[in-house]
């Protein structure tokens, strides 16, 4: 499903973080955004989540405008730079947030692509931080969403 986000622009108060944002991102397509600390990436990341509301612009999903959709409506799973996996759950638990359906194969099967194999039961705290990353990651690829945004995810 392609993603148009079309003449977006964002304020924080007085402040202009987004102007006149054109984008059109194809299904399938893998984009990158690339700039410096400040110009707005994350804003337009969570713009697109509805994390955040649009100053004036519209953001459509194929040919439906979620641009006033709450979060939950759009199908569309954040991944952020920190994990933020819940520490009183084990790795088990915090994948199966993100897809409470899961059989015991294929939560063994999002453990082992992304190399967490028998960790299931592990506390978060015994993870280093490169494997908490991998278990957010596999909480997020669980969920089947129609659409994955890392915010820094290296």
């Not at 089947?144 to 290296?154: A, I, K, M, N």
Request: hydrophobic content about 40%; glycine content about 10%.
């Amino acid at each position: 499903m392609e993603v148009t986000i079309q003449q977006v622009n964002k304020r924080f108060g007085n402040k202009q973080v987004l102007s006149d944002i054109d984008v059109s991102i194809a299904s399938g397509q893998c984009v990158a955004l690339v700039g410096p600390s400040g110009s707005g990436k994350t804003t337009l990341l969570r713009l697109i989540a509805g994390l955040e509301r649009v100053t004036s612009g519209v953001i459509r999903f194929g040919e439906r405008d979620v641009t006033t959709l709450s979060p939950n409506q759009r199908g569309v799973t954040m991944m952020f730079q920190r994990s933020l996996l819940f520490p009183h759950l084990n790795v088990e638990q915090n994948i199966r947030l993100g897809a409470k359906q899961l059989t015991p194969i294929e939560l063994d099967s999002w453990l082992y692509r992304v190399g967490l194999e028998g960790r299931g039961r592990s506390a978060i705290h015994e993870l280093s931080g490169g494997e908490q990353q991998r278990a957010s990651l596999a909480r997020a690829l669980a969920s089947q969403p129609d659409f994955l945004l890392l915010d820094e995810p290296f």
